[in-house]
């Protein structure tokens, strides 16, 4: 056959196994260490806008309570989920899902809700921590002063490269200067000022 490539043979395709599922106990930790970071982040816009849109002094107890504040508001959050949950029923999965595919699916949407309320008693743990709320707080503390120092260097970046786009002013500057000191002053005044000539 002129013009026509041969395919190569590749094989035929086979599904790769199943990977298990993820033990209960890892997917909570995972998945409180998420929502921390959610509220790290909550409390640093906290910081932010205390500091500069409000200019208040830095109050490590009204930081605190905050903290424990979002952490009981993400806790809520996930018990909400765990009740609609178990209370939306089974999901139904496609006839022509592999059975194993299929148990598996089914598995993970029985322990979906039992995942939540764990993840909201964790939560409920660390905003009780005394150490844990103070971490949480310092951590906050430090990513805001870091995001202030970057937005202060790229301001000040900013305004320096608008003064290096005009390179030539020192250029132009030094002959303007030159000009000025070749310039006789006496010269230039006008007889009405009464200098001599």
């Not at 990513?143 to 937005?151: G, I, S, T, Y």
């Amino acid at each position: 056959m002129i013009g026509r490539k041969r395919r190569a043979n590749v094989g035929t395709y086979v599904d790769p196994p199943l990977a298990p599922l993820a033990p209960t106990e890892r997917i909570v930790d995972e998945g409180a260490l998420i929502y921390v970071a959610s509220a790290r982040m909550a409390l640093t816009n906290h910081i932010i806008v205390a500091a500069l849109g409000e200019h208040a002094d830095y109050e490590p107890e009204v930081l605190r309570d905050a903290a424990r504040a979002e952490l009981q508001r993400l806790a809520a959050d996930n018990d909400e989920t765990a009740n609609r949950l178990s209370g939306a029923g089974a999901t139904e999965f496609l006839s022509d899902m592999d059975e194993d595919l299929a148990r598996q699916k089914r598995e993970d949407q029985r322990r979906r809700p039992q995942v939540h309320r764990l993840i909201a008693d964790a939560l409920r743990n660390i905003a009780r921590s005394d150490i844990d709320v103070e971490m949480l707080v310092a951590q906050a503390q430090t990513n805001a002063v870091d995001a202030m120092f970057r937005a202060i260097q790229a301001r000040l970046t900013t305004t320096s490269s608008a003064e290096a786009a005009d390179a030539d002013y020192d250029t132009v500057r030094a002959q303007r200067i030159d000009d000025f000191m070749q310039l006789d002053l006496l010269r230039a005044l006008p007889d009405s000022a009464g200098a001599p000539r």
